[in-house]
């Protein structure tokens, strides 16, 4: 059963880095295609970053780009998120999902990290 995991979250000041990590568990993670999207209090989930199974395509929101870097080592089973330049907005709980295709990324669902940044 695959089981996804994340990692990294915390507290960074405003402009602060932080990388997230999404492991995967019971899965042969060079199979998924997979996504970050957070969801802040009081605001609808957003879709931040997605990846395909190769690496080979990536998308960002507009918001993320130039900041945000999405990238996966499939021989360790992992999806990173690294985040540069962090605003305030940022501060949100960061799911990692996972699927077969981007039709389905939602199939697999991290438990979250809260990342929480300082103005």
């Known amino acids: 059963q695959v089981h996804l995991v994340e990692s990294g979250g915390g507290l960074v000041q405003a402009g602060g880095s932080l990388r997230l990590s999404c492991a995967c568990s019971?899965?042969?993670?060079?199979?998924?295609?997979a996504q970050w999207v957070r969801q802040a209090p009081g605001k609808e989930r957003e879709f931040v970053a997605r990846?395909?199974?190769?690496?080979?395509?990536?998308v960002y929101v507009d918001s993320a780009k130039g900041r945000f870097i999405i990238s996966r080592d499939n021989a360790k089973n992992m999806v990173y998120l690294q985040m540069n330049s962090l605003k305030f907005e940022d501060t949100a709980v960061y799911y990692c999902t996972a699927g077969p295709n981007y039709a389905r990324l939602n199939e697999y669902w991290g438990q979250g990290t809260q990342v929480t940044v300082s103005a």
């Open positions: 990846i395909t199974s190769s690496g080979g395509s990536i």
């Open positions: 019971g899965c042969t993670f060079s199979r998924y295609a």
